[in-house]
Nanobody, 124 residues
Framework: QVQLVESGGGLVQNGGSLRLSCAAS????????MGWFRQAPGKEREFVAA????????SYADSVKGRFTISRDNAKNAVYLQMNSLKPEDTAVYYC?????????????????WGQGTQVTVSS
């Protein structure tokens, strides 16, 4: 079992930055692929970024490539999402997710554990 708790969301102006954090419980955190997803009102949950268990492989949605960076600290059981150059269309609830796998996973359906989400609002 893995429990995930996100933090770091908030209100930011267009072009601003935020850093989301996800704290994970469990001794085997380092064996999980971690992902960030988001869901805007009236839309389906979508992939944002993923990071392999070792941190050596990353994957990003085209809409955030070059602006967002995913990273992890296995010693702290934490994964982060640095978001720069934020746009109003980035407004959503952001979720952290975990899947026991070695490589990156982009599909919402394949993740086993989810956090409760943190709201990110970008004003225009």
């Amino acid at each position: 079992q893995v429990q995930l708790v996100e933090s770091g969301g908030g209100l930011v102006q267009n072009g601003g930055s935020l850093r989301l954090s996800c704290a994970a419980s469990g001794r085997t955190f380092s064996t999980y692929t971690m992902g960030w997803f988001r869901q805007a009102p009236g839309k389906e949950r979508e992939f944002v970024a993923a990071l392999s268990w070792s941190g050596g492989i990353t994957s990003y949605a085209d809409s955030v490539k070059g602006r967002f960076t995913i990273s992890r600290d296995n010693a702290k059981n934490a994964v982060y999402l640095q978001m720069n150059s934020l746009k109003p269309e980035d407004t959503a609830v952001y979720y952290c997710a975990a899947k026991k796998a070695r490589s990156v996973v982009r599909s919402v359906r394949e993740y086993d554990y989810w956090g409760q989400g943190t709201q990110v609002t970008v004003s225009s």
